[in-house]
């Protein structure tokens, strides 16, 4: 049992690096915040579950992921919320989908290339037990 929470532990640690890495990008600042819904009335209209680098945060403070696959559904998450919000052909539209792509890409790259592939799969052991 110590052993797993250890593991969880060390996880953690990770994606906090993750989360703050992917935070102090420049051209991922839209992705740092939830969507004012104030600014935005009609956001939560057509995207039915946001998500944001902030929000990812505090999850993994809450010991919500248990796993960097489950962390990346949440970065896909919020790169799809983006492609559909912002569809137009208008060149503030294809910026932000242009952004959305580069973060997904940026974060699989990120944990595939600092991650220890026996640890991913010694978390989505402990994740699948539980
Ligand atoms: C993830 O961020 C978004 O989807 C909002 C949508 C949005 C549209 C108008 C205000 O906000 C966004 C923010 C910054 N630049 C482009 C779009």
């Known amino acids: 049992y110590d052993r797993e929470e250890h593991t969880l532990r060390e996880l953690r640690i990770f994606l906090r690096d993750m989360c703050k890495k992917l935070a102090s ?3 991922f600042f ?3 915040k939830p969507v004012d819904t104030e600014e935005v009335p009609d956001y939560p209209t057509i995207i039915k579950q946001p998500m944001d680098l902030e929000t990812m ?4 403070d809450f010991h919500r992921y248990e796993c960097a696959k489950d962390f990346l559904n949440d970065i896909e998450l919020i790169c799809q919320n983006a492609l559909e919000y912002n569809p137009a052909r208008t060149s503030a539209d294809k910026q932000i989908r242009h952004r959305a792509c580069s973060l ?5 790259t990120l944990i595939k290339t600092e ?4 640890f991913e799969e010694k978390c989505q052991e402990i994740s699948k037990k539980r």
């Open 25 to 27: 990008n420049k051209l």
């Open 57 to 60: 945060m505090t999850k993994v």
């Open 30 to 32: 839209m992705f740092t």
């Open 104 to 108: 997904r890409d940026y974060a699989y």
């Open 115 to 118: 991650m220890d592939t026996d």
